[in-house]
């Protein structure tokens, strides 16, 4: 009885991961073991279920059905279910229930055409099998379901080399609708299930933080007119000073590196003083040229007495003049 541990780290470490194996009738033996080197493709299929939005109630139908086939257990090895949950990455998976054993041989994809290659009508020993719950005929599958396809399919396919050495390879190689093998409308509108499935990438995850830096505000300088400073001479009036803002930025990241920036606000916290330099314009004025000051011109005696006192006076200055 295969006993194969398996699981998808991505859907795991969202919620979006069960391992029903224990829970379901067959989970392990039926039907028969075989060698994982024989797995060469992955089949995908459609439930034609109504979405119940819970995994036990989506996987009990499927059990309910294919024991009414007189199976001994659900012929799929996973099913993608209905019900959805939110990621601790922020996306929304559908989980994903491991009901079939890998290592063990079900009842999904005879290949009656004998496609790929494949021995017609052995197609369950050459091929895991995985159901997305719906009525995918009709409507496409969620972009939940579409995510964690993507997710399964690539462990698979890609991650196993060393158990599943023969199907290694890509996605768009290995992966098929259950069409591919079989005539039938499983599992619906494939050909617009698959490139979404095989080329899906995670969209970006975009965050905004806030970020609060303080800023220096650069001061000013000017000069201005000085008539109080003599003319051509520089004085500083003011010292000019830097003040400081606070700033809040908001921050986008995208898938962790910063991709925008933009200013929410500021807040001054000191404003700048500014530097005033005053520029000399004062001219000292002129002192006006007074005009020499001419001796007083005595006048001339004009009779014997003026004579005589005019003589004694010239004769007094010229015996006191040094």
Known sequence: MAN???????????????DY????????????????????FVA???????????????????????????????????????EEVNGKDGLRYARVAYVGDIGSVRAHT?????ALGLKAGFGNEDIIATCMIGMLHQKNPTDAQIRSAYWLYRELVTQEPTRLPNLKGTL????????????????????????????YTDPPKIEKKTEVRLA???????????????????????????????VTWEVTYTNGKETSRKIVSE?????AVEKITGIGSYVEPEKPVEPPVEPPVEPEPTNPWEWLVYIIKKLYEALTRK
């Open 4 to 18: 194969t541990p398996f699981y998808v780290p991505k859907l795991r470490d969202n919620g979006a991961w069960a």
């Open 21 to 40: 194996r224990n829970l379901v009738t067959g989970g392990f033996g039926w039907r028969y073991d075989r060698a994982l080197t024989k797995v060469r």
């Open 44 to 82: 995908n299929h459609h439930s034609v279920t109504q979405p119940t939005f819970n995994t036990k109630k989506d996987v009990d139908n499927i059990l309910a059905i294919h024991r009414a086939n007189g199976w001994g257990g659900i012929g799929y090895h996973f099913i993608i279910t209905s």
């Open 110 to 114: 005879p290949n009656t055409k004998g």
């Open 172 to 199: 768009n190689a290995k992966l098929h609708g259950h069409s591919t093998f079989d005539p039938t409308a499983c599992p619906g509108n494939w050909n617009w299930q698959k490139p979404r499935i095989v080329n």
């Open 216 to 246: 220096t505000i650069p001061f000013t300088a000017k000069t201005v007119d000085a008539p109080d400073i003599p003319k051509g001479e520089e004085r500083v009036i003011q010292e000019g000073a830097d003040g400081e803002k606070q």
């Open 267 to 271: 807040k001054i916290i000191r404003p």
